[in-house]
């Protein structure tokens, strides 16, 4: 069974930055794609971005320009680099690696941005 384990949230001032961490048990590239979601209270998970094993990337409108992901193969660890935090990105974040038919789900990190 893969483990994803999160790490780096924390309290930030709006217009700070954050970087989280999402730690694989196992090489990424058995991944077709690794993605960051996030969860708000009292609303749907939402994509936030995803890259694919090829390098190419997706980003939600919503953090396109602010927010970048990344991975270290070596590491077996995909980054989330957070810039320019506003209030609404206050959300659990949650790091996903999805095979052909399963996506394997870490524990989720909160990140709160206080204005």
């Known amino acids: 069974q893969v483990q994803l384990v999160e790490s780096g949230g924390g309290l930030v001032l709006a217009g700070g930055s954050l970087r989280l961490s999402c730690a694989t048990s196992?090489?990424?590239?058995?991944?077709?794609?690794m993605a960051w979601y996030r969860q708000a209270p009292g609303k749907q998970r939402e994509l936030v971005a995803r890259l694919f094993s090829g390098s190419t990337t997706y980003y939600a409108d919503s953090v396109k320009g602010r927010f970048t992901i990344s991975r270290d193969n070596a590491k077996n660890t995909v980054y989330l680099q957070m810039n320019s935090l506003k209030p609404e990105d206050t959300a659990v974040y949650y790091c996903a690696g999805s095979e052909l038919f399963t996506t394997y789900w870490g524990q989720g990190t909160q990140v709160t941005v206080s204005s």
């Open positions: 196992d090489r990424i590239s058995r991944f077709n794609y």
